[in-house]
Each structure stands twice: as C-alpha cells, then as structure tokens.
C-alpha cells in the first residue's frame, strides 16, 4: 500500500492516538478536490491490536471546519484479524469537510497506521 505522507492519520502510533488531517493543507481539498464520485481511499493496518473482548471493534471518522466542533462523518466495523493482517480500506466522500479525524474502539493494546492511499482502485 503506498500511503500520501502528508494525508497520515497516525504512522506506527498508539491504538489510542487520535489521528487528524487536513485535506486543505494536504493539497486535497477545496482547490484539489477530488471530485464527485472519487471517493479518497483510506488505509488502516494494525500490529498487535489488542481487541477488548466486546466484540465491537471500530474505526471512527469525525470531521471539522472550524476545529471546534466536531461531527460524524461514518463509523467503520471491523475484524480485529482482518485490522492485525492486511488491515482494511474504506472510501471518504470527496466532499467531507477539509478537517478529518481517525480513531479506533475496542482495542487494548497495539499500534496501527493509517492514511488516505495513493492513486486510485481499479
């Protein structure tokens, strides 16, 4: 997976570290957007995630554009085998608000990496 290293959520970080983007700086937003209908792809892989036992295991997308108040954007379900091997993939519209942030649930101990892909899917 060929991650954009300006648009990361977190780089090997804590499972509870609270990534966050901004896709105006990153060059994705308002003056680059991607368009209707080209979702931006995120990536989330994990190492040693830890599930909690509740079997509810998540990714959280929160967005912005003022960063004070933030909202939900989606809520993503996912294995915890699934997040510790080839992780998963997620489609953002490509008209989210220009501040975005990642989180996870469920989850213990572990680290994991996630950011918005290069390139697009086939």
């Given at each position: 997976?060929?991650?954009?290293?300006?648009?990361?959520f977190a780089d090997?970080?804590?499972?509870?570290?609270?990534?966050?983007?901004?896709?105006?700086?990153?060059?994705?937003?308002?003056?680059?957007?991607?368009?209707p209908g080209n979702?931006?792809?995120?990536?989330?892989?994990?190492?040693?995630?830890?599930?909690?036992?509740?079997?509810?295991?998540?990714?959280?997308?929160?967005?912005?554009?003022?960063?004070?108040?933030?909202?939900?954007?989606?809520?993503?379900?996912?294995?915890?085998?699934?997040?510790?091997?080839?992780?998963?993939?997620?489609?953002?519209?490509?008209?989210?608000?220009?501040?975005?942030?990642?989180?996870?649930?469920?989850?213990?101990?572990?680290?994991?990496?996630?950011?918005?892909?290069?390139?697009?899917?086939p």
């Amino acid at each position: 997976m060929l991650f954009d290293k300006e648009v990361m959520f977190a780089d090997k970080d804590d499972f509870s570290h609270v990534g966050e983007v901004d896709l105006v700086v990153a060059g994705l937003g308002v003056d680059k957007n991607p368009g209707p209908g080209n979702p931006l792809i995120v990536h989330l892989t994990g190492s040693g995630l830890v599930p909690d036992g509740n079997n509810l295991y998540t990714v959280v997308v929160e967005s912005t554009i003022d960063d004070v108040i933030w909202g939900p954007e989606m809520t993503v379900q996912v294995g915890p085998n699934s997040i510790n091997n080839q992780g998963v993939s997620f489609g953002l519209s490509s008209v989210i608000s220009r501040k975005i942030r990642l989180s996870l649930t469920g989850f213990t101990d572990g680290v994991y990496t996630a950011g918005i892909v290069l390139g697009v899917y086939p």
